[in-house]
């Protein structure tokens, strides 16, 4: 049994088989931008598809998107990445193309469904997933069954205020935990020190390792205000297991020890021991498949 697995990220939509064991192969990449507008888009998830359909037999699609999305409806929403691609009903459209069965979600929550049936948090009864990123994201899965929350917006653990009256976020609030430690909250945190700018998030962790103590000083304290994340969560939710995946975890050796040391200083002395802390595998395409997964298993 096969299926195929979409992700819609920042800049581009991957794609690449994956069967009922969590096997990925044969993937390949679709270059989107800013400027595209319905039609464009609709036109790469058609470009990006339509090999695999001649290739193999497939029992249906998954895809992960960013928010905001519609899960109910299966709609993308105009986001900072796409901003022109507004309203988009990406599920019916798919459906009608391919006629196949179309699964859809936030991609932090296919994160957690990924994590849960296949990766770190394989067979955890209360999983939390921490995607690190452009942004900061969250998905819980409890005795296997993903929360979505309203139509599919729920656990938006990045936009959870830490630092009362703290730093401007994307989503207009002030103090959010994803002004801190996400790839946007770092670069504007070193900026904001530095007064100088830096391309990507992958030159401020190499500012890290080359010592320049403004980057130090700001991944420390966004080590913190992720650890008071990662707390309330616990202490909200009772989950046994927190799993972190996404871009910056590429970068775990320079945080994780830390975070991990934070974390357990601050949750409640009964759970230090036996919370599981663990650094995931970031396979955006296994966790849109895992969607098709989820609704077999409860239906």
Not at 98 to 106: A, D, H, L
Not at 230 to 258: H, P
Request: proline residues 2%.
């Amino acid at each position: 049994m096969k299926f195929l697995g979409l992700d819609i990220g920042a800049g581009s939509i991957k794609a690449g088989i994956v069967d009922e064991f969590g096997f990925v192969e044969d993937e390949s990449t679709k270059i989107t931008h800013s400027r595209m507008e319905n039609s464009d888009f609709q036109e790469a998830l058609k470009t990006i598809i339509t090999p695999y359909l001649s290739k193999y037999e497939l029992s249906g699609i998954g895809v992960g998107s960013p928010g905001p999305i519609d899960i109910a409806n299966g709609i993308i929403f105009s986001s900072a990445n796409l901003p022109k691609v507004d309203k988009f009903q990406i599920k019916r459209i798919l459906n009608d193309f391919t006629k196949m069965e179309i699964e859809f979600n936030n991609d932090a929550n296919c994160a957690s469904l990924g994590e849960y049936y296949f990766g770190e948090g394989k067979g955890s009864p209360n999983l939390f997933v921490f995607t690190l990123g452009t942004g900061l994201g969250g998905g819980w899965v409890w005795n296997g069954k993903l929360f979505n929350g309203f139509e599919g917006n729920g656990m938006e653990v990045g936009h959870t205020t830490i630092i009362r009256g703290g730093a401007l976020c994307g989503c207009g609030n002030l103090g959010c935990a994803e002004s801190y430690f996400s790839s946007k909250g770092l670069l504007a945190r070193y900026k904001d020190a530095s007064l100088s700018s830096l391309p990507t998030v992958k030159d401020f962790f190499e500012q890290v390792r080359i010592g320049d103590e403004n980057a130090k000083e700001i991944l420390n304290f966004g080590v913190e205000v992720l650890a008071e994340a990662t707390r309330n969560i616990v202490n909200l939710l009772n989950v046994d297991t927190v799993v972190y995946v996404g871009g910056l975890s590429q970068s775990w050796d320079l945080f994780g020890d830390n975070l991990e040391k934070s974390i357990r200083s601050k949750v409640f002395p009964v759970l230090r021991d036996r919370l599981q802390i663990k650094k995931g595998k970031n396979q955006a395409i296994l966790g849109a498949v895992s969607l098709l997964l989820e609704k077999r298993n409860h239906e």
